[in-house]
T-cell receptor
């Protein structure tokens, strides 16, 4: 089954304790992206990747890191989480980049992170 | 910079009534426009998209949207609401300026009244 998977689905942690949220897709997609969803703010893009070893900042990258060493995986790293990073996080992937734009994105089920 | 504005964070309609969710965008280049739906405790899934060609786009579950360049709008409609349509809807634009960003609106929560 074609899908985007995220782990863990739920995570409660404390301020300053490094964590990684994994994202994997089995559709051979080039484009992958991370978003956070907060009430009243919709989805905001954190980082995206156009291909292996190619990443760029979205609108809210502060406090986050990413890497794209393999096409299928795009982990999100919080090296020193803070309470304002408490949010619902989504990973997404896209089949291809059309011209200078991205195509339909397929979303993972989300990771609910709480930082105490 | 591109942006998306969704008018109305909450919309209520009666079952069987017309659904109209508004989306306006700003873009200096021809945009790719999308509507996504999010059911409770789930991820987002695509309803429909506009890239090029026909400006009236039909999607899943009876939804459609019309790209109006002169009005910079991409409103989502459905002739007759069903209880199962209750969800949050997001309009999004793909940045066509070469930065590959993807910009979402703040969402509209649709409530369907029996």
């Amino acid at each position: 089954e074609a899908q985007v998977t995220q782990n863990p689905r739920y995570l409660i942690t404390v301020t300053g304790k490094k964590l990684t949220v994994t994202c994997s897709q089995n559709m051979n997609h080039e484009y992958m992206s991370w978003y956070r969803q907060d009430p009243g703010l919709g989805l905001r893009q954190i980082y995206y990747s156009m291909n292996v070893e190619v990443t760029d900042k979205g609108d809210v990258p502060e406090g986050y890191k990413v890497s794209r060493k393999e096409k299928r995986n795009f982990p999100l790293i919080l090296e020193s989480p803070s309470p304002n990073q408490t949010s619902l996080y989504f990973c997404a992937s896209s089949l291809r980049i059309s011209g200078t734009s991205t195509d339909t994105q397929y979303f993972g089920p989300g990771t609910r992170l709480t930082v105490l | 910079a591109q942006s998306v504005t969704q008018l109305g964070s909450h919309v209520s309609v009666s079952e069987g009534a017309l659904v109209l969710l508004r989306c306006n965008y700003s873009s200096s280049v021809p945009p790719y426009l999308f509507w996504y739906v999010q059911y409770p405790n789930q991820g987002l899934q695509l309803l429909l998209k506009y890239t090029t060609g026909a400006t009236l786009v039909k999607g899943i579950n009876g939804f459609e949207a019309e790209f109006k360049k002169s009005e910079t709008s991409f409103h989502l409609t459905k002739p007759s609401a069903h209880m199962s349509d209750a969800a949050e809807y997001f309009c999004a634009v793909s940045d066509g300026s070469g930065t590959y960003k993807y910009i979402f609106g703040t969402g509209t929560r649709l409530k369907v009244l029996a």
